[in-house]
């Protein structure tokens, strides 16, 4: 099973800015990174995990909640194997744990179809 990896939270005063990162391993010849539509979720405490991004295998293809559209940007290094969320203008409803998941295309992964069981995630703070 594939295993990822989320890092790069912290404290952050609103208006910042934070750059969490992905890292993915368990990895196969039949199952390479490249192949693997990503996202991001986060988790508030007693709430379920919920969508924020969503990056096709290629990377041409991304899709945000509409809280943090034109703040927040999703990328993907495949020769890495690591995705990455910059996070800009953080407000304190940011504040989450991050965490990250695979499947074979975004909306599957928000269906629920996942690659790889929940990690830690990442916790962000946002403070103002």
């Known amino acids: 099973q594939v295993q990822l990896v989320e890092s790069g939270g912290g404290l952050v005063q609103a208006g910042g800015s934070r750059r969490l990162s992905c890292a993915a391993s368990?990895?196969?010849?039949?199952?390479?990174?490249?192949?693997?539509?990503l996202a991001w979720f986060r988790q508030a405490p007693t709430k379920e995990p919920e969508f924020v991004a969503g990056?096709?295998?290629?990377?041409?293809?991304?899709q945000y909640v509409d809280a943090v559209k034109g703040r927040f940007t999703i990328s993907r290094d495949n020769d890495k194997n690591v995705m990455y969320l910059q996070m800009n203008r953080l407000t304190p409803e940011d504040t989450a744990v991050y965490l990250c998941?695979?499947?074979?295309?975004?909306?599957?992964?928000?269906?629920?179809?996942?690659?790889?069981?929940w990690g830690q995630g990442t916790q962000v703070t946002v403070f103002s």
């Open positions: 998941n695979a499947g074979l295309s975004i909306e599957t992964i928000n269906l629920g179809e996942r690659f790889a069981s």
């Open positions: 368990g990895l196969t010849s039949e199952r390479k990174f490249a192949t693997y539509a």
């Open positions: 990056i096709s295998w290629n990377g041409d293809t991304t």
